[in-house]
């Protein structure tokens, strides 16, 4: 526990604290990114199933439908579950987040506790995550491989991905009230697709940062140049996208609304002004 002393030593702005709690709390943060990461073990190898069967169908030559829907359709599904079991660990990660953002102290028990609290929602919100992923390869496989009309294929997968880009986008938000408030889940969308024009550019950097890894994994060639990003993503990358995220958010809440809408929240975890 941290004694009242401290308090003189906190930062004084959100952009200060995020470097603060990085440097102060490294052995907790490191914590949360391993054990959240191992969440995304049953993703990573939906992911590599499906690089497998695509790399195998193209270099064959056999690219009809069948063979589109073994090598494209079946791992495309995985990725439901898996994105969900993924997100059962972020719940872990950012209740962890949440205390030290507020509290500047929390405890590796949180994890669990947090997972206990959030599962449902982040479940649930993980689920539609999910499904828009398994729907856009999905719909880019029938474009490639399937003999249907052009245009209906290309409506498909245009209409799946701004799906799941636009959950994507949101996403930092929506984890953030899932866990600071009690709002329903349609509530907290509708909140997160407002609150993300706010700051535009920071939540495109978050959403670039949020993938930028997983895209490395999967598109890098060769399988000693895909350690690295594994290894990152398995140490530090979540935990540092989602403090970020999570810095973003309450200083977007706390620049923009009125402050008797953020009196529980305002400036906690920061030196008093």
């Known amino acids: 526990m941290k004694n009242e002393a401290r308090e003189d030593l906190l930062p004084f702005t959100r952009k200060k604290q995020f470097w603060f709690l990085i440097k102060d709390n490294p052995s907790l943060l490191f914590f949360a990114n391993f054990t959240a990461a191992m969440f995304f073990i049953p993703l ?3 992911a590599t199933w499906l690089l497998i069967s695509i790399s195998t169908i ?3 030559g056999s690219a009809n439908a069948l063979n589109c829907f ?5 791992p495309s599904l995985c990725f439901i579950p898996a994105t969900m079991v993924a997100g059962i660990g972020m719940a872990g990660l950012y209740g962890i987040i949440n205390d030290l953002v507020l509290r500047d102290v929390s405890r590796y028990s949180t994890f669990w506790a947090s997972i206990k609290k959030n599962w449902l929602q982040f479940l649930i919100y993980h689920f539609f995550l999910g499904l828009f992923l398994s729907l856009s390869i999905s719909n880019v496989g029938i474009y490639l491989f399937v003999d249907l009309d052009p245009i209906f294929k290309l ?8 799906l799941f880009t636009l959950f994507m986008f949101i996403k930092p938000f929506v984890l953030f009230q899932i866990t600071l408030f009690s709002n329903s889940l349609v509530q907290i969308i509708k909140n997160s697709i407002a ?4 700051r535009f550019g920071h939540n ?7 993938i930028i890894m997983y895209v ?29 995220n999570y810095i973003v958010c309450i200083d977007t809440l706390e620049t923009t609304l009125p402050r008797e809408q953020t009196a529980e929240f305002y400036r906690k975890g920061l030196e008093e002004d």
């Open 44 to 46: 990573a190898f939906v």
């Open 58 to 60: 193209v270099n064959s």
């Open 70 to 74: 073994y090598s494209v359709f079946c």
């Open 155 to 162: 409506v498909l997968m245009v209409i799946s991905i701004v």
């Open 195 to 198: 609150f993300s024009t706010k």
């Open 204 to 210: 495109l950097l978050c959403f670039v940062l949020g």
């Open 216 to 244: 490395l994994v999967m598109f890098l060639p060769g399988d000693l140049l895909r350690v690295a990003p594994v290894v990152i993503i398995a140490t530090i990358w979540l935990m540092f996208t989602a403090l970020l």
